[in-house]
């Protein structure tokens, strides 16, 4: 069975369904793995979680930071910002089967040797060690705890991992890393403002996917969240946020022989 990993979606169902029907002319039986970010800023939010969940087994997906924001926003947490497209979910008939169903979603996937998240790595952090601690995140986002969890989600400290971080603490900069994560130092320190392409690293920071000494250099690595970033595939690595709420493309690369699949975007500019 083919399987196909697919960028953000940010509420796009329409451009969703084109790369499915372009897809399934190959691969009917496909299996479908998505990189996060699943909703908010695209015009149809609602239908986007409706069809991912209608997939069932055939489709995986990651949390994405807008799909974290749409948890805490449906519980008063957070505010909703001037872009976010994300009423029509909370106010669905259905809003809390899709919204549980969210968050039962995983932080990381490991598929046929491909490490899935939606943002970025510690640099030592090694496959195994980045499953274990996504687990820790996702234990707590699924137990009875889980809205007290989402109002100590947010904050940008601690900004270096230590293996001696606990509570709240250990589990933001979990989360951060992964969802958040484009740059960093060395030593592993988040950068959390710069969003635009490689040559606008700060001094000091480096790709998190460049930092040397990298411990999951010997996996392949597939991640979204960096739209200026676009496509990028190399040997060990597949970034697929090509920006489709943007006006860019929707893309699936396909991970037995890295085949590419697109569909055009046009820009949701109402909601730019």
Known sequence: MPTYAIGDLQGCNQQLQNLLDLIEKTSPDAQLLFVGDLVNRGPQSLQTLRRLREL?????????????????????????????????????????????????????LFEQGHLLFHAGLFPQWDAAKTMALAQEVEAMLRGPDWIDFLRHMYGNEPAVWSDELEGYDRLRCIINTLT?????????????????????????????????????????????????????????????????????????????????????CPRAEQFA
């Open 56 to 108: 069932g087994s055939r489709a995986k997906a990651v949390l994405g930071n807008h799909d974290l924001h749409l948890l805490a926003v449906s519980q008063g947490i957070r505010p909703q910002h001037r872009t976010d497209t994300l009423d029509d979910i909370l106010n669905a008939p259905d809003r809390d089967e899709l919204l549980d169903w969210l968050r039962h979603r995983p932080l990381a």
């Open 180 to 264: 958040r994560m484009r740059f960093c130092t060395p030593d592993g320190a988040i950068d959390f403002k710069i969003k635009e392409g490689l040559g606008a690293a700060p001094d000091g920071y480096l790709p998190w996917f460049d930092m040397p000494g990298r411990q999951t250099a010997g996996v392949t690595c597939v991640f979204g969240h960096w739209a200026s970033l676009g496509l990028t595939r190399r040997p060990n690595l597949i970034g697929l946020d090509t920006g489709c709420v943007w006006g860019g493309k929707l893309t699936a690369v396909r991970l037995e022989d890295r085949a590419l699949f697109q569909v055009d």
